[in-house]
């Protein structure tokens, strides 16, 4: 199991090249003030876990539907108004999204 935990970030954005981490299946960005994903976060395929809670997100990107093994997505604390249907897979969501 590979993971990554990326807490407090100074700089509210993430390098398009955590899109190469492709054997990461779980990643936990909580507690930080991203307001957006890199369209790379769908590279991510080996994913499984991803923990997006309390950060300023408006929307996600559609390439997280590209996260086919990914069974639990972490969305509480944001700004978020909808989740589109290539998200349907998620077995577990946590978190209101509304």
Known sequence: MSQLRWLELQNPTLPSEMGMLKFLTWLD???????SLPLE?????SLTE????KKQLTSLPEE???LTN???LYLGNNQLTSIFDPIGHVSKFFGSIL
């Open 70 to 72: 990914l069974t639990d």
């Open 41 to 45: 976060i769908g590279n991510l395929k």
């Open 50 to 53: 991803l923990d997006l809670h």
């Open 64 to 66: 997280i539907g590209n």
């Open 29 to 35: 960005l909580c507690e930080n003030q991203l307001a």
